[in-house]
């Protein structure tokens, strides 16, 4: 009984928050993309190499948001590989993505080792503080779960209703919906589809990189190889089973960072169940949240079709 | 001259479906646009509406050289297009897809109040009734199609595109577009109709031009000439508007329903307990508006809905818990209502669409594989006898025209030798000629002692092509009629559910 009411605390809340950031990320960045009718399993790859970008650049210019914006950078390069090829070039979208994603899990270990001369680890770099934020963090119970954090769990938290504004207030939004449902009804009313998928997939690298970024100069101070285990397809599993909606995303989010922050506690705490049955917990739960969310999921009814035009 | 389109030339594959095409319309005129399945219409209005470009050919309006990079160009010139297939955003609202790309804003937001008050306006203005915070997808196609009026309108068309808008239209729902049409006229605006109705063209346009084969064949006053005319000019010989059928002494009853019972997808009872015959060697008609029951009808027949009582036999079979492959095997073919999601795999070649029911027997399975060899033969057999118009067997079956498209799937259908033959609405969105060899292939089907049940929502093919007509009313059969007894009067009014002793 000790040991539960160890694991059951306040700070599981914070660590829930902590923990559900690097998730919605991707999930907004999958929205984001999938609205606009491009399907991105590749985020997980887009994290893995933003993460390592933000760490090369905080480790140069000992400056932890110049690393967020070397992250920024190669996020958005990386997304361009991936909507130049979609796009453009009309390929598969899921093979596109799984390269990527290859590409994503070799180059950070293979630059490592030219950079650093280092396997799997890289040195310790600046990394970005939390931020006690003066009223709130006095708050009872809020307080300590929400008044301390780092700045970017801040902007994932802010990016839900930003996000949600942009898609369903704004003609912008409007028009990246369209695209993602009918780019043929679009195009008609000079819509150009070519454009608001651009954008949707550029956006999208935008916040996948942030994501990463957090995980490599926030939560930990470098990178270490595959460090995102998963996140990026949890993040497309939260986007899924919150139906593409940023508030929906949020709610799956902070569902899985809840169980993270648990098999995390429960693991520290010492309780009597195997830590290899613990570390399960998020991705078993993904699986059961996708198998109860599948046949009420709408997706965006063009995603991943590629378009032609008459 | 308000408009001219100049030796427009455009090209697919194989294809040349624009052949140095002229086009002139009159500043407030409703001219026609007439011609074949695959002539060449839609893809010379998608140039108009800056959709597709030229590959050759020039565009004046007043005069004045155009040229159009994309929709928003051709909008500017005042040329709105209301698409064969609509261009509408499905969980979209009317509001949502009537601003779209012309968004009113309130800072940066969308200003919804007065978008909702924009779609009012603009209705109540055209006397287009519709609801502006429906979905798309809940609303019927007449209503979708005042959407699409409506958008163009709004981005202030003076060129109205109509790309065969009555297609899917009821008779009622067409009376109505005709007012519309009248009144836009009216208001001064310029209207290009496309329809393969001749009845439609006399009634509503000024003038026509005829397409054929990409070129045009023919630009006439509408007053000037008959309907057998523009028949012949469309397909480059004579037409026979009239099917000609001898008298055929029905056999055997071939499939037999009785006390059958649905429910559609919603769970609402749509047929109850209906009860009929078909014998060999026999049209049976069913007349009824859309919507009466008549889709969950062949959805049973063919096995593709569960009935929740009620037998099906075909031939002294019982055939009412077999799955629709063993419905085909028992001698019952099929001719779906929408080809484009029932009759063919669309991003399928010709071929694999030949192939489709028939790619585990012989000759064309051997083994665990196909032997495209002989796929291409049958292929290359069933595009001759059918006069299906592609330029190989090879071609995606998305590419063809719809008249094509519905002369494959028919030359699949019937090459499977059924006993019995359901063809729902075969003849929607074809052109005179298509219709004239497809109505010859149904008689000529059951002049060889086969069944035939036919679904259709024009009253006039019922009329034309059965022996037995039956009416469906609210799931209901209502009236029953050997061929020549009934007046299109008698069967209209049962058809609206006046029942048979009020008459
Ligand atoms: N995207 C495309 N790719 C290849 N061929 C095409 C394409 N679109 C049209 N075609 C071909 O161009 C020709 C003209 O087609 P179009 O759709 O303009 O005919 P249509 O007169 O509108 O016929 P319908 O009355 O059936 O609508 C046809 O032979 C068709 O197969
Ligand atoms: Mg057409």
């Keep these: ?310 | 001259m308000y408009l001219e389109m100049k030796n427009i030339v455009r090209r697919f594959p194989g294809v040349l479906a624009n052949d140095h095409i002229c086009l002139e319309i009159e500043k407030g005129e409703i001219h026609g646009l007439l011609g074949e399945n695959g002539a060449g219409k839609t893809t010379l209005m998608n140039v108009l509406c800056g959709l597709a470009r030229p590959d050759e050919g020039e565009i004046l309006i007043d005069g004045m050289k155009v040229e159009f990079g994309n929709c928003l160009d051709a909008i500017k010139c005042g040329i709105g297009m209301v698409h064969q297939h609509f261009m509408l955003v499905p969980v979209f609202t009317v509001t949502e897809n009537f601003i779209l790309g012309n968004e009113p804003r309130k800072g940066a937001r969308i200003d919804t109040a007065r978008a909702r008050e924009m779609v009012l306006e603009l209705s109540e203005k055209h006397g287009l009734k519709v609801d502006p915070d429906a979905l798309i997808k809940d609303i019927s196609v007449g209503m979708q199609q005042r959407v699409e009026i409506l958008k163009a309108l709004s981005r202030g068309a003076e060129l109205m595109i109509l790309d065969e808008p009555t297609a899917v239209l009821t008779p009622q729902e067409v009376e109505d577009l005709y007012r519309i049409m009248r009144s836009l006229q009216e208001a001064g605006h310029t209207i290009i109709f496309i329809t393969h109705k001749l009845q439609e063209i006399k009634e509503i346009t000024d003038r026509v031009t005829v397409l054929r084969d990409g070129r045009v064949v023919g630009i006439v006053r509408t007053k000037d000439v008959e309907q057998v005319e523009l028949a012949r000019m469309m397909v480059g010989r004579d037409v026979v508007l009239r099917v000609e059928k001898d008298q055929h002494a029905p056999g055997e009853v071939m499939m037999s329903v009785k006390d059958l019972r649905a429910n559609d997808s919603r769970g609402l009872t749509k047929l109850k307990d209906i009860t009929f015959d078909v014998r060999a060697g026999e049209i049976v008609g069913i007349a009824g508006v859309a919507g009466n029951g008549q889709e969950e009808l062949v959805e049973v027949l063919t096995g593709l809905r569960k009935q929740e009582s009620g037998s099906i036999t075909l031939d002294m079979q019982d055939i009412s818990q077999l799955n629709p492959r063993e419905r085909m095997y028992a001698g019952l073919a099929h001719i779906p209502q929408d080809r484009q999601r029932r009759g063919l795999v669309m991003n399928f070649s010709l071929v694999d669409n030949f192939l489709l029911g028939y790619e585990d027997l012989k000759p064309f399975a051997r083994g665990p594989m196909l032997d495209y060899r002989e796929a291409e033969k049958f292929a290359s057999k069933l595009i001759k006898m059918f006069d299906v118009r592609t330029p190989g067997s090879q071609i995606l079956a998305r590419t063809l025209s719809g008249g094509n498209q519905q002369k494959a799937i028919l030359a699949r259908e019937f090459q499977r030798d059924p006993k019995l033959l359901i063809a729902a609405q075969p003849t929607r969105g074809l052109d005179v000629a298509a219709i004239e060899f497809i109505h010859n292939e149904l008689i000529k089907f059951r002049d060889q002692d086969k069944a035939v049940l036919l679904i259709s929502m024009e009253l006039t093919e019922i009329l034309d092509l059965s022996d037995r007509i039956l009416v469906i009313y609210e799931g209901e059969i209502v009236g029953e009629f050997k061929s020549g007894q009934a007046t299109p009067e008698q069967l209209g009014l049962l058809m609206a559910g006046s029942k048979k002793g009020q008459m």
Excluded at chain 1, 115 to 134: A, D, K, N, T, Y
């Design chain 1, 1 to 310: 009984m000790e040991v539960w009411s160890n694991v059951f605390s306040l700070a599981l809340f914070t660590a829930t928050i902590r923990s559900a950031t690097p998730i919605l990320f991707p999930a907004l960045a999958g929205i984001f993309s999938e609205r606009s009718g491009v399907l991105n399993i590749a985020l997980e790859g887009i994290m893995l190499i933003s993460a390592f970008a933000a760490v090369v650049g905080s480790y140069y210019t000992n400056n932890a948001w110049l690393g967020v914006l070397c992250a920024v950078i190669a996020g958005v390069l990386t997304s361009l590989i991936h909507a130049f090829m979609c796009i453009n070039l009309r390929a598969d979208q899921a093979i596109v993505g799984t390269g990527i994603n290859i590409l994503g899990a070799g180059l950070p270990s293979f630059l490592l080792l030219k950079l650093f001369g280092s396997q799997g680890i890289s040195p310790i770099v600046e990394r970005i503080h939390e931020w006690r934020i003066p009223i709130l963090a006095d708050i009872p119970v809020i307080g300590p779960i929400l008044g301390e954090q780092s700045p970017l769990v801040y902007i994932s938290l802010v990016m839900v209703p930003v996000s949600y504004f942009v898609l369903f207030k704004t003609p912008f939004g409007l028009r990246l919906r369209s695209v993602g449902e009918n780019p043929h009804a679009s195009e008609t009313v000079g819509v150009s589809v070519f454009r608001f998928r651009y954008l949707g997939v550029i956006i999208s690298g935008v916040l996948a990189a942030l994501g990463g970024a957090f995980l490599s100069v926030s939560y930990l101070a470098q990178f270490v190889k595959l460090m995102t285990a998963g996140r990026g397809f949890i993040g497309l599993a939260a986007m899924i089973f919150g139906r593409w909606n940023p508030w929906g995303a949020l709610f799956a989010c902070l569902l899985f960072g809840f169980a993270d922050a648990l098999q995390a506690a429960a693991q520290a705490s010492n309780v009597p169940i195997a830590p290899q049955f613990l570390r399960m917990l998020p991705y078993v739960l993904t699986i059961i949240a996708l198998v109860g969310a599948m046949g009420r999921a709408n997706p965006p009814a063009f995603v991943a079709k590629p378009y032609e035009k008459a």
